[in-house]
């Protein structure tokens, strides 16, 4: 028996290919792309094998022997290793670190038994080749033009589908769908959504519109033998349309023809924790890679997309009405609280648009987009106020289950029955949050069917569901929400969204705070009038003149964006700006800052600006003290360059400090 030398990539934090000593007869090696069992360190890990080769630089008494081959798998394919490597390279991280978390947890055991099982049971599930989609609705004049654009494209081209809300951007997509899979009958198509709780609707859609076709679901609330499946059926190429949220970019699809990105502008498809990758880019690349179309739509597109629309690089699609006969965009108007002063945290005017929703049986829906019941619980006597002892937060006020939570820590205590620094029983919730709103309304409309839907109302599994059916059967006059309840959902009688206290993010340090809120209240107010019912948006602010609420008004998309993205030139910022941030923590906050200065002085550097060290916003979370440090540059090469020998002197620093390092960063 003769051997064979694999390379194969571990998940770990640092270098991550090894090498292993495989034995096997000359023209039965194992196959790039395979799965490999190996021992590691004191376990058992399952490795990618990236390479096959017949010597090592290992010398021969400390190489070991890998302990078996998944062979019953067929190998991942080279194009979606060229993904993995492409991430790992892009991102500044290991090859298995970011291959191998993206694969399902049960792939990566050290018995096959799970494997087998999900085997077996995706060869028994009856074979879908009929693509042929069934109740095709009638689109009109500019939804075909852009369904054509998207399902004749041939080769990498990107498109940005810009459509307002209720324009029916969903049936553009399904009926390019049809055009691909009628054309090709291996053709997978890749849709990403940016919530699980959009998915159901969606799914359910895709199911009655493709009975033929196999369709798999990706996202994390997914059991793990499910997860197993529904990769498996990607990954044989049997599923022909495939379902799911950012994770599912990294799925392997042998034969991927087509990409859908919905609400590209979604922070939601960018990871916010170890690889911090957003799932947008990496499948804008993905589709360049495989040389096939990509569609990202929006109502309200990041202002990356738009300016690649703007310059070219991106086609423009747009639908400019709302789809359904008679639907228009509703009323946005403005209530001034100064004038109008709100009781219970609601303006007389809005109190008055709700009472005629009800004698109406129409539905409203309130959006604050701040949960619990006050962000915090302060005593007047002495001026005490519920900080959190472990981060630079207010401990928020949760009054139905008699908490203060922190929601960055999670650290949970009983509500005080007094203050703790001077005995005052007289403890005041300031300000409002989502159960607040509710008690409020249950006092002001006590006949109304109240139903509020946040994080806290949704922690059981199915529960957001529950809740969003009983609002679509008609069950609820009034929803109050967080941003859970902006996105997506369709509820056929709401014509009133009253929007509560969105005037912090005006003046936010984050400068992408704008964008953010002006897509959100877009996304809001879109939830109103769908079905053709005239329908009205009230938001409350203190500072009814700023240039953002008038583009509210005016549903003006264009020209918001187009002066967001002049003061982003102004002010040398993306897109115009290529940005890394170096992340430390320490239990010391100037543990965390001499090791960023050790980092801006370890390499000087011509090609990129690295600005000096500062605290974060919220310097202490759990205990732990964290700064950052940012890197930019106007040319992307230029900044990658940089990064990836920095990342070596990073290391070679040797700091015991925690630190990352995130690319195209979010939040600054
Ligand atoms: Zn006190
Ligand atoms: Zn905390």
Same mark, same amino acid.
């Given at each position: 028996m003769s051997h064979c030398i694999l390379q194969i990539a571990l998940d770990t934090p640092l270098d991550s290919l090894f090498d292993y000593r495989w034995a096997c007869e000359p023209g039965s090696e194992p196959?790039?792309?395979?799965?490999?069992?190996?021992n590691f360190g004191r376990r058992e890990a399952v490795g990618l094998i990236v390479a096959v080769k017949h010597e090592t630089d290992v010398p021969a008494d400390k190489l070991k022997d890998a302990i078996a081959v998944r062979s019953q798998l067929s190998p991942l394919p080279e194009r979606w290793i060229a993904l993995a490597?492409?991430?790992?390279?892009?991102?500044?991280?290991?090859?298995?670190e970011v291959a191998l978390p993206g694969l399902p947890k049960n792939l990566r055991l050290s018995t096959t038994v799970?494997? %087998?099982?999900?085997?077996? !049971?995706?060869?028994?599930?009856?074979?879908?080749? %009929?693509? &042929?989609?069934? %109740?095709?609705?009638?689109?009109?004049?500019?939804?075909?033009?852009?369904a054509d654009a998207i399902g004749g494209a041939l080769g990498f081209s990107p498109m940005l589908l810009y459509g307002v809300t209720g324009s029916g951007k969903t049936e553009v997509y399904l009926q390019a769908c049809a055009q691909v899979l009628h054309r090709d009958d291996a053709a997978q198509i890749l849709i990403l959504v940016p919530e699980i709780n959009l998915t159901p609707q969606l799914e359910a859609n895709i199911r009655a519109r493709f009975p033929g076709v196999m369709l798999a679901t990706l996202h994390s609330s997914l059991s793990e033998g499910e997860r197993m499946l529904h990769w498996l059926a990607a990954h044989t190429g049997r599923a022909r349309i495939v379902l799911g949220t950012r994770l599912a970019i990294l799925s392997s699809l042998p034969n991927l023809k087509m990409i859908v990105i919905d609400e590209e502008h979604d922070p939601s498809y960018k990871q916010q924790e170890g690889l911090r990758y957003s799932a947008r880019d990496l499948a804008v690349w993905r589709a360049r890679q495989l040389d096939i179309p990509i569609v990202l739509g929006s109502a309200t597109p990041s202002l990356e997309s738009w300016h690649h629309a703007q310059t070219g690089r991106y086609r423009r699609l747009e639908l400019r009405e709302r789809?359904?006969?008679?639907?228009?965009?509703?009323?946005?108007?403005?209530?001034? &609280?100064?004038?109008? !002063?709100?009781?219970?945290?609601?303006?007389?005017?809005?109190?008055?648009?709700?009472?005629?929703?009800?004698?109406?049986?129409?539905?409203?829906?309130?959006?604050?987009?701040?949960?619990?019941?006050?962000?915090?619980?302060c005593c007047e006597a002495c001026g005490w106020i519920s900080n959190c002892t472990r981060c630079t937060a207010f401990m928020v006020l949760h009054r139905p289950e008699r908490r203060l939570r922190c929601h960055h820590c999670s650290l949970e205590?009983?509500?005080?029955?007094?203050?703790?620094?001077?005995?005052?029983?007289?403890?005041q919730p300031l300000g409002r949050g989502t159960q607040r709103v509710e008690e409020g309304l249950q006092a002001l409309f006590p006949q109304a069917r109240i139903l509020r839907i946040d994080a806290d109302s949704t922690r059981r599994k199915g529960s957001a569901q529950e809740a969003f059916d009983t609002v679509h059967r008609g069950d609820v006059d009034i929803l109050i929400g967080t941003q859970m309840v902006a996105k997506g959902h369709d509820f056929k009688r709401l014509t009133l969204v009253g929007v509560l206290n969105p005037d912090t993010a005006l003046f936010s340090q984050d400068y992408r705070a704008s964008e953010r809120l002006f897509a959100q209240l877009m996304q809001v107010a879109g939830r109103a009038g769908r079905a053709g019912l005239e329908s009205e948006v009230l938001i409350q602010s203190r500072y009814c003149?700023?240039?953002?609420?008038?583009?509210? &008004?005016?549903? %003006?998309?264009?020209r918001f964006a187009g002066s967001l993205l002049e003061e982003r030139h102004q002010a040398a910022l993306p897109p115009y700006m290529y940005q890394a941030l170096l992340r430390a923590e320490a239990p010391e906050l100037a543990t965390a800052i001499e090791f960023l200065e050790a980092a801006r002085d370890a390499m000087p550097s011509d090609a990129v600006v690295i600005n000096d060290p500062i605290p974060m916003t919220m310097t202490r979370v759990h205990n732990v003290d964290r700064a950052q440090l940012l890197v930019e540059s106007n040319s992307r090469p230029a900044l990658q360059a940089f990064l990836t020998e920095w990342v070596e002197a990073l290391r070679a620093l040797k700091s015991r400090v925690r630190w990352s390092l995130e690319v195209d960063p979010l939040d600054i």
């Amino acid at each position: 028996m003769s051997h064979c030398i694999l390379q194969i990539a571990l998940d770990t934090p640092l270098d991550s290919l090894f090498d292993y000593r495989w034995a096997c007869e000359p023209g039965s090696e194992p196959q790039v792309g395979q799965l490999a069992l190996v021992n590691f360190g004191r376990r058992e890990a399952v490795g990618l094998i990236v390479a096959v080769k017949h010597e090592t630089d290992v010398p021969a008494d400390k190489l070991k022997d890998a302990i078996a081959v998944r062979s019953q798998l067929s190998p991942l394919p080279e194009r979606w290793i060229a993904l993995a490597r492409f991430a790992a390279a892009y991102y500044h991280r290991p090859l298995g670190e970011v291959a191998l978390p993206g694969l399902p947890k049960n792939l990566r055991l050290s018995t096959t038994v799970a494997l %087998d099982r999900a085997l077996k !049971k995706l060869a028994k599930l009856p074979d879908a080749h %009929d693509p &042929m989609p069934t %109740d095709m609705p009638v689109l009109n004049a500019a939804q075909r033009q852009a369904a054509d654009a998207i399902g004749g494209a041939l080769g990498f081209s990107p498109m940005l589908l810009y459509g307002v809300t209720g324009s029916g951007k969903t049936e553009v997509y399904l009926q390019a769908c049809a055009q691909v899979l009628h054309r090709d009958d291996a053709a997978q198509i890749l849709i990403l959504v940016p919530e699980i709780n959009l998915t159901p609707q969606l799914e359910a859609n895709i199911r009655a519109r493709f009975p033929g076709v196999m369709l798999a679901t990706l996202h994390s609330s997914l059991s793990e033998g499910e997860r197993m499946l529904h990769w498996l059926a990607a990954h044989t190429g049997r599923a022909r349309i495939v379902l799911g949220t950012r994770l599912a970019i990294l799925s392997s699809l042998p034969n991927l023809k087509m990409i859908v990105i919905d609400e590209e502008h979604d922070p939601s498809y960018k990871q916010q924790e170890g690889l911090r990758y957003s799932a947008r880019d990496l499948a804008v690349w993905r589709a360049r890679q495989l040389d096939i179309p990509i569609v990202l739509g929006s109502a309200t597109p990041s202002l990356e997309s738009w300016h690649h629309a703007q310059t070219g690089r991106y086609r423009r699609l747009e639908l400019r009405e709302r789809a359904v006969r008679d639907a228009v965009l509703p009323r946005v108007k403005l209530i001034d &609280m100064e004038r109008d !002063k709100p009781k219970e945290g609601l303006t007389p005017t809005l109190m008055q648009a709700l009472r005629l929703r009800i004698e109406r049986g129409e539905q409203s829906l309130l959006f604050l987009n701040r949960r619990g019941y006050a962000p915090v619980l302060c005593c007047e006597a002495c001026g005490w106020i519920s900080n959190c002892t472990r981060c630079t937060a207010f401990m928020v006020l949760h009054r139905p289950e008699r908490r203060l939570r922190c929601h960055h820590c999670s650290l949970e205590t009983r509500i005080p029955h007094a203050c703790p620094t001077c005995g005052n029983v007289d403890l005041q919730p300031l300000g409002r949050g989502t159960q607040r709103v509710e008690e409020g309304l249950q006092a002001l409309f006590p006949q109304a069917r109240i139903l509020r839907i946040d994080a806290d109302s949704t922690r059981r599994k199915g529960s957001a569901q529950e809740a969003f059916d009983t609002v679509h059967r008609g069950d609820v006059d009034i929803l109050i929400g967080t941003q859970m309840v902006a996105k997506g959902h369709d509820f056929k009688r709401l014509t009133l969204v009253g929007v509560l206290n969105p005037d912090t993010a005006l003046f936010s340090q984050d400068y992408r705070a704008s964008e953010r809120l002006f897509a959100q209240l877009m996304q809001v107010a879109g939830r109103a009038g769908r079905a053709g019912l005239e329908s009205e948006v009230l938001i409350q602010s203190r500072y009814c003149q700023h240039p953002l609420y008038g583009a509210v &008004m005016r549903h %003006d998309y264009d020209r918001f964006a187009g002066s967001l993205l002049e003061e982003r030139h102004q002010a040398a910022l993306p897109p115009y700006m290529y940005q890394a941030l170096l992340r430390a923590e320490a239990p010391e906050l100037a543990t965390a800052i001499e090791f960023l200065e050790a980092a801006r002085d370890a390499m000087p550097s011509d090609a990129v600006v690295i600005n000096d060290p500062i605290p974060m916003t919220m310097t202490r979370v759990h205990n732990v003290d964290r700064a950052q440090l940012l890197v930019e540059s106007n040319s992307r090469p230029a900044l990658q360059a940089f990064l990836t020998e920095w990342v070596e002197a990073l290391r070679a620093l040797k700091s015991r400090v925690r630190w990352s390092l995130e690319v195209d960063p979010l939040d600054i």
